[in-house]
């Protein structure tokens, strides 16, 4: 399994912009599928996006479709969530997640690998 680790997250204002970053350890991360999940305070964790491990199959919850975008850089060994337009209902930690099988899916059931998270903040 890979080793995930989250940067990016913070307090931003409604209408704003974060990128968030995952870093992976190992050399088997551009044969992952990757995830991003989010979890709200009292809430259950949520898929937010996803993609495979050529890039090719991306897929997006209803509520971030056309303000987040998921991307990889296989050469980093990184995946990113550029979160625009940000509104205060996108408060949550958020998660990237690895899954080796290497597809996209939205079913946190199929990641083996998991990060800590990072705080994202969205003040109305």
């Known amino acids: 399994q890979v080793q995930l680790v989250e940067s990016g997250g913070g307090l931003v204002q409604a209408g704003g912009s974060l990128r968030l970053s995952c870093a992976a350890s190992g050399r088997t991360f551009s044969s992952y599928g990757m995830g991003w999940f989010r979890q709200a305070p009292g809430k259950e964790r949520e898929f937010v996006a996803a993609m495979s491990w050529t890039g090719g199959r991306t897929y997006y919850a209803d509520s971030v479709k056309g303000r987040f975008t998921i991307s990889r850089d296989n050469a980093k060994n990184t995946v990113y969530l550029r979160m625009n337009s940000l509104k205060p209902e996108d408060t949550a930690v958020y998660y990237c997640?690895?899954?080796?099988?290497?597809?996209?899916?939205?079913?946190?059931?199929?990641?083996?690998?998991w990060g800590q998270g990072t705080q994202v903040t969205v003040s109305a």
């Open positions: 997640a690895g899954d080796s099988s290497g597809i996209a899916s939205m079913d946190p059931h199929l990641y083996g690998s």
